[in-house]
C-alpha cells in the first residue's frame, strides 16, 4: 500500500532511531566494565552496586522522589479541583481568568516560570530549600493534570451523577462515589505525568533551589559538565526504569478501567432491556 511504502517505513525507522537509539546506548554502557563510557570492555553490574557508596547521587535521588511525589499528589488534587471547576461551572465570573491562570504554564517557558517563582520567593521571604521546589513543581504540574482530567470530564455522562442526587445522595458522597471511580483513569494519569515531569525537572529546580536541596537532575547535570561517569549512566538507567514502569502501569490501569466500564454499560443495558 501507498501509506506503508518504503519511504514511510524508513521514515518512521530514523524518526524512532534518532529519539531511542541514545537511549539505548545509555542504557547499555551502564553495564560497561571499563570506567571509560565510551568504550566497551565487557559486561557488569559493578557500577549499580557502587551506585550505594555515592551518597552524593543518592541524597539527590532521594530529594528528587520526595519532591516529585508530594509534588504529583497535590498538583492531582488541585488540578482535579481545576477541572471540575471549569467543565461543571462553565458560566462564573473570572472563568475566562481562571482558565487562563491554570494553562499558563503549559506555554510559559520554563526560565520566564522558574524566575518568576524565584522572584516571588526572594520577595515573601521564604528560604529556598526542598518546599520551594515543591511548590514550583506543584505550579507548573497542575496544569498538565487538568487538562488530563479535563478531557475524561467532558466525556462524562452527569445523569448518573444527578440520579444518585436525586436518591439522596450528598454532592461530596456523589463525586466520591460515582464520580471518581469513573473519572480515576484519568486523576492516576495525571498523577503519573506529573510525577515524571517532576523528576526530569532541571530548569525550574535550579532557580527555586537552596542549600542541601539538590535533586539529581542538578546533580547529574553538574556532573556531566566535567565528564560522564559509569555511576551516572547507571542511576539514569534506573530512572528510565521508573518511568517506563509507571507509564506502564498508567496504559495497563487506564484500559481495564475503560473495558471493566464497558462491561458495566452492557450489563447495565441488559438489565433495562
Known amino acids: 500500500m501507498e501509506r506503508w511504502s518504503r519511504f514511510n517505513i524508513a521514515s518512521v525507522l530514523l524518526g524512532f532511531g534518532f529519539l531511542y537509539l541514545p537511549i539505548v546506548l545509555l542504557v547499555i554502557f551502564s553495564f560497561n566494565e571499563s570506567r571509560l563510557v565510551t568504550v566497551w570492555a565487557g559486561f557488569s553490574t559493578k557500577w549499580y552496586s557502587q551506585l550505594w557508596y555515592n551518597e552524593s547521587l543518592l541524597n539527590a535521588a532521594w530529594v528528587t522522589v520526595r519532591v516529585a511525589f508530594l ?5 492531582t488534587v488541585l488540578g482535579t479541583m481545576a477541572a471540575l471547576a471549569l467543565v461543571r461551572y462553565s458560566r462564573f465570573r473570572g472563568r475566562v481568568l481562571f482558565s487562563g491562570m491554570v494553562y499558563a504554564p503549559l506555554v510559559m517557558p520554563e526560565v520566564i516560570t522558574g524566575l518568576s517563582l524565584l522572584l516571588l520567593f526572594v520577595a515573601i521571604g521564604l528560604d529556598r530549600g526542598f518546599w520551594t521546589i515543591t511548590l514550583a513543581h506543584i505550579t ?17 455522562d452527569q445523569s448518573i451523577e444527578e440520579a444518585a442526587l436525586d436518591l439522596g445522595a ?28 517532576s523528576l526530569d525537572d532541571l530548569v ?7 542549600p542541601g536541596a539538590t535533586t539529581l537532575p542538578m546533580k547529574i547535570y553538574s556532573q556531566v559538565r566535567l565528564g560522564v561517569t559509569p555511576e551516572i549512566n547507571a542511576i539514569c538507567t534506573i530512572l528510565i526504569g521508573i518511568v517506563a514502569l509507571g507509564a506502564t502501569i498508567a496504559s495497563l490501569v487506564t484500559k481495564r478501567r475503560e473495558v471493566q466500564r464497558e462491561r458495566d454499560e452492557r450489563a447495565a443495558f441488559a438489565a433495562i432491556g
Open 140 to 156: 507548573f504540574t497542575m496544569c498538565f493534570v487538568a487538562v488530563v482530567v479535563q478531557s475524561r470530564l467532558l466525556s462524562f
Open 170 to 197: 450528598t454532592p461530596v458522597r456523589a463525586f466520591f462515589a460515582i464520580t471518581l471511580p469513573v473519572i480515576a483513569p484519568a486523576v492516576f494519569s495525571g498523577w503519573v505525568l506529573a510525577f515524571t515531569l
Open 71 to 75: 509534588s504529583a499528589s497535590l498538583a
Open 204 to 210: 525550574i529546580a535550579s532557580f527555586t533551589t537552596g
